[in-house]
């Protein structure tokens, strides 16, 4: 029977069914959901997928986590959500919820008074997020998005839940996990950042992209997810913890002009300073902007399609810790 929140079953359970809001702006909608509860003491772990609703990698990892974890095997309680972004999923819209034309990684933990996807962050954080002892949001790259495979963990928090939010990234073994700590005015309301603000440790894992459901990046979230679990405490005993390379913070390069996009490097390319790595052009060819590396660094997205409009999104750099950093 559908609910308002999450139903857990006795020790031994898993429960599948769908959650519902009472606030008007979500009415009509249900989002399926599933709930394992372990014979064993251990944390909540909260695993979401499909906040960009044509990650298809994401949304059937968490599909797939829903229905091989084995009651038997987990310690404490765990909730699968995959599709969160509903509307997007059902209309395949990249990026944004179709309904106010918002990106839902860029308003948690939400506003219970504001626009649909204000609204769907604030249930979705409330109901999902906030109770969790430790969080997993799976991404991959949208429809016109190429990605090497990567973490993103809130670096700004408080020590202790930056600790384990690592330790977290360390075991799910992603090539690269950026440290984030936007400054104001940057890009915030990130789902990771939102749980690590109410101490809830936790990250971003995205594979997958350009909406191809491709298995063998299913498999790395799915592993991932599972050696993440086991680091938290939800699955018994330890698993390899495989690692990762950090990065300090992004470097997003975004075009001025409208025009035709041609990127110069691949996702998962080191990049030295000074290298170029793009150039748009006019519709009659003519080049309008050279985009240079301002530091060494990995490509961890890019965008692929050509068309872009001006102020649009072209490349993701993930840049290296720099000595003074570090100090
Ligand atoms: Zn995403």
Redesign the pocket.
């Known amino acids: 029977m559908p609910s308002t929140t999450p139903r857990y079953g006795a020790p031994g359970e898993r429960v599948q069914d769908t959650l519902v809001s009472d606030a008007p702006l979500l009415a009509g909608y249900s989002w399926p959901y599933t709930t394992i509860v372990g014979h064993q003491e251990g944390p909540q772990m909260t695993i979401i997928a499909g906040?960009?609703g044509c990650?298809y990698v994401?949304i059937h990892a968490a599909m797939r986590l829903a229905a091989e974890l084995d009651p038997a095997e987990v310690h404490g309680r765990v909730l699968i959500v995959p599709v969160v972004n509903l509307p997007a999923y059902w209309e395949r819209t990249p990026?944004v919820c179709p309904i106010d034309g918002k990106n839902p990684?860029r308003f948690f933990p939400g506003d219970p008074g504001g626009t649909f996807t204000d609204v769907l962050a604030d249930f979705i954080f409330t109901t999902c997020i906030a109770p969790s002892g430790a969080f997993i949001d799976l991404?991959?790259?949208?429809m016109v998005?190429a990605l090497t495979p990567f973490a993103i963990v809130a670096a700004d928090a408080a020590p202790e839940v930056v600790a384990r939010s690592r330790g977290l990234a360390e075991a799910f073994g992603l090539s690269y996990t950026v440290n984030s700590r936007p400054a104001p005015g940057q890009i915030g309301g990130m789902t990771f950042a939102a749980a690590a603000s109410v101490g809830v440790p936790g990250l971003?894992a995205?594979a997958g992209g350009i909406g191809q459901l491709t298995m063998q990046d299913v498999d790395l979230l799915v592993n991932g997810t599972r050696r993440a679990m086991h680091a938290a405490g939800n699955l018994h005993g330890a698993a390899a913890v495989p690692g990762t390379r950090y990065l300090e913070e992004f470097n997003w390069f975004y075009t001025t002009n409208e025009g035709f996009w041609i990127a110069d490097v691949r996702a998962g390319d080191d990049i030295q300073v000074g290298q170029q790595v793009g150039r748009v052009l006019s519709l009659t060819g003519e080049v309008l902007e050279t985009l240079i590396a301002p530091a060494a660094g990995a490509v961890l997205f890019l965008t692929t399609s050509a068309a872009v409009k001006a102020q649009g999104l072209l490349l993701g750099l993930g840049l290296w810790p720099t000595a003074d950093k570090e100090a």
Do not use: L, P, Q, T
Not at 139 to 142: A, L, N, W
């Open positions: 906040i960009h990650e994401s990026f990684n991404h991959g790259g949208d998005e971003i995205e």
